[in-house]
């Protein structure tokens, strides 16, 4: 008779924690990748002080486990991969870039939604064959708006602050 009723018991404490956690109920950095990517995806541009246009490009790839960027800023060209990194399970970005000033950028970026619609990142990674590269930084993302708040980029034991910049998406991207 116990035994019975502690197989019953046992069956019950399973089925009600099957029920109240799903499998199928996304973690909240799925969800903060999935309102991110609704937010992102599309073309981003930016008109400097001299004119001179920048854009990104955001899709979704993977039956939309990542994004795809593609960048094109000054002499600057460069293609990102964002998504939940298997090993830290965070939201992450890989970017790699190449221009005159950078030589070949090679870094991993962790994000963190701080706030409705704000972020944090922190870059790790290599510039100018091998040099150290970490920055941080933060921005607010809405529908159409990319707003930086500054970020504080180290390269080797340089140091310095760049400030914040707009970005606006003049066209969103396919679902």
Not at 7 to 13: E, F, G, P
Not at 16 to 40: H, I, R, W
Not at 113 to 121: R, Y
Request: aromatic share 8%; hydrophobic share 35%.
């Amino acid at each position: 008779m116990f035994r019975s009723t502690t197989i019953i018991a046992t069956l019950a404490i399973i089925a009600c924690l099957a029920n109240s956690v799903s499998a199928d109920e996304p973690t909240d950095v799925e969800k903060a990748f999935q309102e991110y990517g609704k937010l992102m995806v599309g073309v981003w541009t930016q008109t400097d002080d001299d004119g001179n246009i920048k854009e990104h490009e955001y899709r979704w790839i993977a039956n939309k486990k990542y994004i795809q960027a593609t960048l094109v800023k000054d002499k600057i060209s460069g293609t990102g991969i964002i998504g939940i990194d298997p090993e830290t399970k965070k939201l992450t970005a890989w970017w790699f870039a190449n221009g005159p000033e950078l030589g070949t950028l090679k870094v991993k970026v962790a994000m963190t939604k701080i706030g409705d619609n704000e972020w944090s990142t922190e870059a790790k990674g290599f510039m100018n064959n091998d040099v150290p590269y970490s920055a941080k930084g933060t921005f607010t993302l809405t529908d159409n708006k990319l707003v930086g708040g500054g970020q504080t980029e180290k390269v080797g034991d340089q140091e310095q602050t760049r400030p914040g910049d707009t970005w606006t998406r003049i066209r969103k991207g396919t679902e």
